[in-house]
């Protein structure tokens, strides 16, 4: 799936050794880091015994991404073969299948679900075959909608988020499926490749007819980011691409400058921003630095991206990555982004999930920040060791880990009101 090779170009250019996902926890706690909502609400907290287990298998490692359908059934995508379970709305199983290879029913590079599905069934991007992949009857064929016909050449459909994930976000809005779709290359360097990537534009495909149209451009519709961005010592901005269908006729996109999320209906026409609270951090210290950007760090030096170091190892990489950092507390906070991932439930409530130098960098902590349509925000706490992968109006749905680090599918009801 991921090819380490392939970055080492991109991580000698960065060299204050850049990533961005972590799973360190040798990290200094952020100083004055508030929570992002209203301070006059406290933050929702959700509690583990609040957790519902739906199923498990002894075939899941990884769970990259999850779909909930209409009836309460559940698929997953797992980082290993079978790459599909299903899970009933009763916990039963619905089969797993999904394998490896070049075929025409094999799947060489599976990328992420397509958000809200499609004709009520749960659809794949695979890179490899640039086809948009049925999952959710497995026996009946592979049905899929290739991309290669549409307007979306083959390799343009690439990753805005970690350079560790190769998943590519895709929805369904309406009666198409959006698509981000980006021409950068690298013969500008590393730092315009990087702004090409968040400049994609967001194409909209209808899979009944293969016409495509052009929803937005990122890359004129949002504030410059480079004006952000202070470089100290080579590297390259290590933010994401953040969008999602938030309704059936809105997508929703972070926009770092303005720190707004920003509104497009569905034909492309711009909608009232929501404004954000103020951004959760705007220095950061070596140390807290060198916590964030720590696994690609890992992955260099074992050269894999699955391959844990030892605590004492870990530590010991960390202290080396705090000396070897240069720049400001301002300029270094430049480098990483202040939001990891931005979900969107049905009926148009927004999630945005702040980067967390408290828990260790790029991935994310326990807390979401929960944005009503009309823009009241406040603070969730979700239980530790719950990975949150899709919101509906009322339930939380993602992974839930016991204490030997097995994975479950499972969600959190959430309280009225």
Known sequence: MFELARLRPIIRACRCAAALLSGTAFV???????????????????????????GTSDSLAVVRDLEVLADGSVWVLNSQEPYFMGFGADGGSLGAHGSPGGGPDEFPMPSAFVAGGWG???????????????????????????????????GSVRSGMSMLDPSVRTARLGR????????????????????????ADLVAVDPETGGTRTLVALGDALEDPSGDFIQSDGGFPLWYRLW????????????????????????????????????????????????????????????????RLTPEDSLRLV????????????????????????????????????????AGGLGGGPVWLRIEPDGAARDVRLPDRFNAL????????????????????????????
């Not at 992955?299 to 894999?304: I, K, L, W």
């Not at 931005?342 to 967390?356: E, I, V």
């Open 28 to 54: 200094a706690c952020a100083d004055g880091a508030d929570a992002d909502g209203d301070p006059s609400s406290p933050a929702i907290e959700l509690s583990a015994s609040a957790i519902e287990v739906l």
């Open 176 to 199: 198409e499926i959006v698509v981000p779709h980006s021409t950068a290359t690298m013969d500008g360097g590393v730092l315009q490749f990087r702004y090409g990537l968040l400049g």
């Open 120 to 154: 009520g069934e749960v659809w794949v991007l695979d890179l490899l075959h640039h086809a948009l992949i049925r999952i959710s009857r497995p026996g009946a064929g592979a049905e899929q909608f290739s991309l290669v016909s549409t307007a979306v050449p083959r």
């Open 244 to 307: 999602a269908p938030c309704g059936e006729n809105l997508v929703r996109v972070h926009d770092r400058v303005r720190n707004q999320l920003r509104g497009f209906d569905g034909s492309g026409a711009e909608v009232d921003p929501i404004d954000l609270p103020p951004v959760p951090f705007t220095e950061v210290s070596p140390r807290q630095f060198a916590g964030a950007v720590f696994a690609l760090r890992q992955a260099e030096v074992t050269g894999d991206v699955a391959t």
């Open 319 to 358: 202290n080396q990555m705090a000396d070897m950092v240069q720049g400001t507390p301002r300029e270094l906070a430049s480098y990483l982004p202040r939001y990891v991932d931005f979900r969107c439930s049905g009926d148009g409530t927004m999630w945005l999930r702040p980067m967390d130098l408290e």
């Open 390 to 417: 899709r919101f509906t109006p009322s339930r939380i749905w993602g992974v839930s880990r016991d204490e030997f680090d097995r994975p479950s599918v499972a969600s959190i009801a959430l309280p009225p009101g």
